[in-house]
């Protein structure tokens, strides 16, 4: 039975599919349609291009002349014949000026056009990934999604450079030069350019073939021993707990002993490379020149021909020597390109409907009709559950854990479409409004906010863009943490750092729900909002809770049942089905599973307090 290729080495063996896929990809960016100044800006470049590529094909031709001025017959001609030879040299000056000059003019012209290609690739990737589903999201690491778009964007800057301008130019100007030679001496100088070319292009194509092998373990080792040093140092304190210094050190020492046999091999890999072209085009220069310097024996050519042969082929020869990176990146970049193209392609489990509309919030009911889902088919957490909560009313949803509370709230947000039923807000299926709606229609506060690392008043004005700096504040009152702000040295300009590290639990959750307030919804998804909190602060933070609930349907998922006592109705899930409901009143004197929670967690609940009033 064949071995499977692995992911990377299918993109290796099929490079030339993937290349074309890719180049078809990234080409309407350079020619979009009704953009007429990117169009010009590519047109005016390619110009620049060919010009500075007739200059250097014509510069070893004033080269040649000047020579042969200078080999005057007699005295008599010779200062006639050096003032031209002057005036050559000046001009064979004038032409490598121009050459690069144009050169820089081309690049000048089309940098807007590459960047503008770079910045709406990346956008559009961006946006794409946020309009992929949640389960896209927990199944792919956020840090690899970065590092596609990242290397994509990147592989694009590099196609754009040495494919528009490097490989293709290289072509053009190889073509030349072999026309020259064919015209201007003869078919076997041709021959033997032609001949050096393709060895030297078939043996760098070969060997770089076989480093990028090598580069591979290379860069795995390389990956591997920095995962290492980084995984031990976020561990720092249990390295210290358990006196592994050492046995850290000898673990990062054999990967990187691991890195260091492959990087000499790369290493070795180069030089061959490197030698190996050298000996090639040194062959073929010493071919050349041998033929040249026997047709300046026989008076077939002049000094100027020994001469202008020996710059063509020099010409030849430092753009070929870079030929092997080049290649070897571009084969990178294509793949690179590739996946992230692959990811722009993915497509979006949650989709609004041809024709969706907005979403109209009239009075906040929200009714779950049979309800069924699994997040695999083979594993049902909701079995046809049915649930109605009145508008302006609040409805606690609790049960052990994997009961299916927090799928409740996901599909009522729709991350993620029910697979059987129906969920209704104001007798609007959730499937048939716009998301864009639907999401500002509910407010969430999570069991553990987040926060984006910025400032305080950032955080908060990112419940409503634009919402002013009194909406703000009169969030943070309501949310009780305007006083612990305005004691800061900085105030509302206070950095929260990463994910929010620098407030304590509680401070970030009464952003959180000042970042709610501010979007002001009428419907509030309070999804275990303070079971991440120790007991006083979420004493503390339910009375902001209670009070930002007023007026707007919610419904609140719980672990603490006494934090839901007060609600108008308890919904008890068990096994993807509801199995009590009523209020907190009703379920106690039913003595059912609630009760039997309830109970459990006062017992708790004393133990906790009896082994405090110990300490």
């Known amino acids: 039975m064949p071995r499977r290729l692995t992911k990377t080495e299918a993109n290796l063996s099929g490079q030339p599919t993937q290349g074309a896929r890719v180049i078809r990809k990234v080409a309407p960016y350079l020619w979009p349609p009704g953009e007429g100044w990117v169009k010009r800006r590519v047109v005016i470049a390619l110009a620049m291009l060919l010009l500075a590529k007739l200059i250097a094909v014509a510069t070893p031709l004033l080269y040649k002349w000047a020579v042969d001025t200078l080999a005057p017959t007699d005295e008599t001609e010779a200062m006639a014949l050096a003032i031209g030879a002057i005036g050559l040299t000046v001009a064979y000056g004038m032409a490598r000026l121009m050459n690069v000059g144009f050169q820089q003019l081309r690049d000048a012209v089309f940098t807007r056009v590459g960047q503008r290609a770079l910045r709406t690739i990346a956008r559009q990737t961006f946006e794409h990934i946020h309009r992929l589903s949640l389960r896209y999201h927990i199944t792919r690491k956020t840090g690899g999604l970065s590092r596609i778009i990242e290397r994509g964007v990147k592989g694009v800057d590099f196609l754009l450079r040495f494919l528009l301008f490097s490989i293709g130019p290289l072509a053009l100007e190889l073509l030349l030069i072999m026309a020259v030679l064919f015209f201007l001496f003869d078919v076997w100088y041709l021959v033997v350019v032609m001949a050096t070319i393709a060895l030297y292009v078939g043996f760098t194509f070969k060997v770089t073939e076989w480093r990028v092998k090598i580069r591979k373990v290379m860069n795995d080792q390389d990956t591997d021993a920095n995962q290492k040093a980084i995984d031990s140092l976020l561990n720092f304190e249990t390295v210290k707990y358990f006196g592994a210094e050492a046995r850290e050190a000898g673990r990062y020492d054999r990967a990187m002993a691991n890195y260091e046999e492959a990087a000499v091999r790369t290493s070795y890999s180069l030089a061959f490379l490197n030698f190996g072209q050298s000996l090639i085009i040194t062959a073929g220069l010493v071919v050349v020149m041998v033929m040249a310097a026997m047709g300046v024996q026989s008076g077939a050519l002049t000094v100027g021909d020994f001469v202008m042969v020996n710059a063509y082929m020099i010409q030849i020869t430092m753009p070929l020597n870079f030929l092997g990176t080049v290649y070897r990146e571009i084969r990178q970049a294509l793949i690179d390109m590739g996946d992230m193209f692959d990811l722009l392609e993915q497509p979006a489990e949650v989709q609004d409907r041809p024709g969706a509309k907005p979403l109209v919030v009239s009075g906040g009911e929200i009714v779950l009709d049979r309800v069924e889902f699994g997040y695999d088919p083979e594993r049902p957490i909701l079995a046809g559950v049915s649930l109605t909560v009145p508008a302006g009313k609040t409805v606690a949803i609790v049960g052990s854990s994997g009961s299916g509370k927090s799928t409740i709230g996901r599909l009522l947000f729709r991350f993620y479409d029910v697979t059987g039923g129906a969920l209704r807000i104001d007798g609007q299926d959730v499937r048939d409004v716009t998301q864009d709606s639907l999401h500002e229609a509910i407010g969430v506060v999570p069991q553990d906010t987040v926060l984006f690392n910025d400032t305080i008043r950032y955080n908060i004005g990112y419940g409503r863009e634009g919402a002013s700096e009194d909406e703000i504040v009169a969030a943070a009152k309501a949310a009780s943490i305007h006083d612990f702000v305005s004691q800061l040295p900085q105030g509302y300009d206070t950095q929260v750092g990463e994910r929010g590290l620098k407030l304590s639990g509680g401070e970030k959750q009464r952003v959180g729900i000042a970042r709610t307030l501010v979007k002001d919804p009428p419907i509030l998804l309070l999804d275990e909002a303070t079971s991440a ?62 009760a039997q929670l309830w109970h459990r967690q006062e017992a708790e609940e004393d133990g906790d307090d009896a082994a405090v009033a110990a300490e």
């Open 533 to 594: 909190l120790d007991t006083d602060t979420e004493r503390e933070i339910q009375a902001e809770l209670k009070a930002m609930g007023r007026g707007r349907t919610v419904i609140t998922i719980a672990h603490r049942l006494s934090t839901i006592a007060d609600a108008d109705r308890i919904v008890v899930l068990e096994k993807g089905e509801i199995v009590e409901s009523g209020t907190h009143d009703e379920l106690l004197a039913h003595a059912g599973r609630y």
